[in-house]
T-cell receptor, first 114, second 114 residues
Framework: AQSVTQPDIHITVSEGASLELRCNYS??????LFWYVQSPGQGLQLLLK??????LVQGIKGFEAEFKRSQSSFNLRKPSVHWSDAAEYFC????????????FGGGTRLMVKP | DTEVTQTPKHLVMGMTNKKSLKCEQH?????MYWYKQKAKKPPELMFV???????INESVPSRFSPECPNSSLLNLHLHALQPEDSALYLC?????????????FGSGTRLTVV
């Protein structure tokens, strides 16, 4: 079965600073990988996804993520954080041979200092 | 229309009440999902409908009863809930269980059981 680990429960960055949120997955083949963002009391919004091809994926709101098979990682990055980026971020893995069911990581709460 | 709409947004119910949550999408998606999310936790899968048939039930108690009347609608009927069932209930949809376009989530129903 697949699993996802987000090592950082909380991260605080200053507005305008760069951001990297870590995600490690466990799966026997190439997984489908996703990053979602959730504002308090809201649903989840898809930031970006990786299925195959170019390992650097561009998403919405200026986010990007890089798939590194050798490290089993799919880290999310943003060069300059805005105060509105403060939210909970979830990495998720979909298993192509298991009905593409999503398994979520535990989430990382991002706080942005002015 | 690229949204998943959930109603109501908030619901307070007693332990003897019967209520229903509703989810609607008009994107032509053929897979629909119910997730439960407790505070500061990732979403947990409850049910999956694929082509209007229940395909996965993640050992959810019978006091939760899903229904998929047609390809656009998904209901979750609630009866005799417990206070620990209080959570954010998220509906999601996807093209299908094997297509890989990611899930679209609704904004959720915040349920409080008193």
């Amino acid at each position: 079965a697949q699993s996802v680990t987000q090592p950082d429960i909380h991260i605080t960055v200053s507005e305008g600073a760069s951001l990297e949120l870590r995600c490690n997955y466990s799966y026997g083949a190439t997984p489908y990988l996703f990053w979602y963002v959730q504002s308090p009391g809201q649903g989840l919004q898809l930031l970006l996804k990786y299925f195959s091809g170019d390992t650097l994926v561009q998403g919405i709101k200026g986010f990007e993520a890089e798939f590194k098979r050798s490290q089993s990682s799919f880290n999310l990055r943003k060069p300059s954080v805005h105060w509105s980026d403060a939210a909970e971020y979830f990495c998720a893995v979909g298993a192509p041979n298991a009905g593409n069911m999503l398994t979520f990581g535990g989430g990382t709460r991002l706080m942005v200092k002015p | 229309d690229t949204e998943v709409t959930q109603t109501p947004k908030h619901l307070v119910m007693g332990m003897t009440n019967k209520k229903s949550l509703k989810c609607e999408q008009h994107m032509g998606h053929r897979a629909m999902y119910w997730y439960k999310q407790k505070a500061k936790k990732p979403p947990e899968l409850m049910f999956v409908y694929s082509y209007e048939k229940l395909s996965i039930n993640e050992s959810v108690p019978s006091r939760f009863s899903p229904e998929c009347p047609n390809s656009s609608l998904l209901n979750l009927h609630l009866h005799a809930l417990q206070p620990e069932d209080s959570a954010l209930y998220l509906c999601a949809s996807s093209q299908g269980r094997t297509e890989n376009y990611g899930y679209t989530f609704g904004s959720g129903t915040r349920l409080t059981v008193v």
